[in-house]
């Protein structure tokens, strides 16, 4: 029963339609020293005495989970700045772990960050400066500061920052922030770029991106050091481009093939090869998802790395939509299913039924192109219980339908079923007593006020 009453309670913690006096009631749980369930510490749009409640909360794991809420506003995470325990201050340092990859993550408050810079707890100041959720601005501000980590970072802003700035920073007592400084001015110094191609640690970046002499790029080639990078040279020679072009190493011929200045026939002319599994992350084009130029370069390639990079921008327009939609590319059509808001149907269900599992329940619960009606009739019979739990989503099924599937041998659609409000009230009562489907039952929004609180009451959460 002990895994039966966690599990209700969970579903009961998600439920939308929880009432406010339940919520504080399970905000104040102790759960035996695990403290109230992560959903109802992460839902959105928490009341006020709700947040209150989980500010106050003795148990350190409940303030550690609000801290790294992605449903939480950033001011109300920020009220965590000065918590007594270091681990909850580096969580809402850090942020939200697993974030909805379509809704990018408001940042906390550039005061407030600046605050946890100054942390006195170390791993405080360590979580920020690894955060991806600083802002700009921010990251700019810290050229001055006086940890070198810090300074280092601010180099990720290179040319935001004023001219002295940046003149400091290269110069910087510490050698790492000075290396930083150095590979990002390498782009336009090439004495700087043949110093940083003597330094180790910096040799390959120094040859991707430092602007380079004649000499250091035949030299590299000719001793064959780091040839993948050097083929990604904005400054390398055409001529060079074209030796390189034609190496035995694939791997050089194939970052070759990624150049920018290629036009079509040249590109496509490069013995290259692409994994089928190969994501693409072609770095141009990844900083060109909202421009139209770039999009329709890579969108309209043959090459597969620049189709995958563009199909991760939620920007395309449709013709682009459409063109990527026809690639007949499993990589392109699993990034449109989770980068597009227009993505075609048939692509999503062609998604689903390829990855099925964890991925594709969620794409079906959120992408808002995914299709509701003609479900029922189309999968409630199908032989693959991944199909069956669509007929769950039609607007049309029934509640004897609903009911049928709450029984289905597929554990995922019996789940889908006791989550649907359509289930019958005997069911819904009845699921809540089966292990595992007492969660998604917990979580019903029909769930009577009266049941929930007899789950809270079981559970002996206190009134």
């Not at 809704?103 to 550039?110: F, N, Y």
């Not at 509640?399 to 289905?408: A, F, G, Q």
Request: proline content about 10%.
């Amino acid at each position: 029963m002990v895994a039966f009453h966690a599990s209700a309670l969970d579903g009961v913690a998600a439920n939308p339609a929880l009432p406010t006096p339940l919520l504080l009631r399970l905000l104040t749980f102790d759960g035996g020293g695990h403290g109230p369930p992560r959903r109802a510490l992460q839902r959105a749009a928490l009341p006020e005495p709700a947040i209150a409640a989980i500010l106050a909360h003795p148990l350190q794991r409940a303030r550690i989970d609000f801290a790294m809420s992605a449903g939480a506003r950033p001011a109300e995470r920020a009220r965590l700045v000065d918590d007594p325990s270091p681990k909850v201050r580096a969580a809402l340092a850090y942020g939200p772990e697993w974030p909805d990859p379509r809704t990018p993550v408001a940042p906390l408050p550039d005061a407030v960050c600046a605050r946890l810079l100054d942390d006195p707890d170390p791993s405080v100041r360590t979580a920020l400066l690894e955060s991806p959720y600083l802002t700009p601005a921010f990251v700019a501000s810290l050229a001055t500061h006086g940890e070198p980590e810090a300074r280092r970072i601010a180099v990720r802003e290179w040319e935001a920052l004023p001219a002295g700035e940046r003149s400091a920073l290269s110069v910087d007592p510490d050698p790492e922030v000075r290396r930083a400084a150095a590979l990002w001015e390498c782009r336009r110094d090439v004495r700087l770029t043949t110093e940083l191609l003597r330094d180790p640690k910096a040799a390959a970046r120094a040859l991707r991106y430092g602007l380079l002499t004649f000499a250091d790029a035949e030299r590299c080639i000719a001793e064959r050091t780091h040839l993948a990078s050097l083929a990604e040279n904005p400054s390398l020679p055409a001529d060079l481009v074209e030796r390189l072009a034609t190496d035995p190493d694939e791997a050089v011929r194939l970052a070759v093939s990624l150049r920018p200045e290629l036009d079509e026939p040249q590109r496509m002319a490069i013995d290259f090869t692409v994994g089928d599994h190969a994501r693409g992350d072609v770095e141009w084009v990844r900083h060109g998802l909202t421009d139209p130029e770039v999009l329709r370069r890579a969108a309209t390639s043959a090459h597969p790395l620049l189709r995958r990079t563009a199909a991760q921008s939620p920007h395309l327009p449709s013709d682009l939509l459409r063109r990527l939609a026809r690639t007949e590319d499993p990589v392109v059509e699993n990034l449109l299913s989770i980068h597009h808001p227009d993505t075609p149907q048939e692509i999503l269900m062609r998604v689903f039924a390829r990855l099925g599992g964890t991925f594709s329940a969620w794409m079906a619960q959120t992408h808002p192109r995914f299709p509701r009606h003609g479900l029922a009739a189309r999968y409630a019979d199908h032989p693959d219980g991944n199909y069956r739990r669509l007929a769950v989503r039609d607007p049309a099924a029934t509640s004897e339908l609903i009911e049928r599937l709450s029984h289905d041998p597929e554990v995922w659609t019996r789940q889908a079923a006791a989550s649907d409000p359509r289930l019958p009230l005997g069911r819904l009562r009845e699921a809540l007593h089966v292990p595992e489907l007492a969660s998604s039952a917990g979580a019903n929004p029909a769930l009577p006020e009266e049941e929930m609180t007899a789950v809270v009451d079981r559970a002996d959460v206190s009134a």
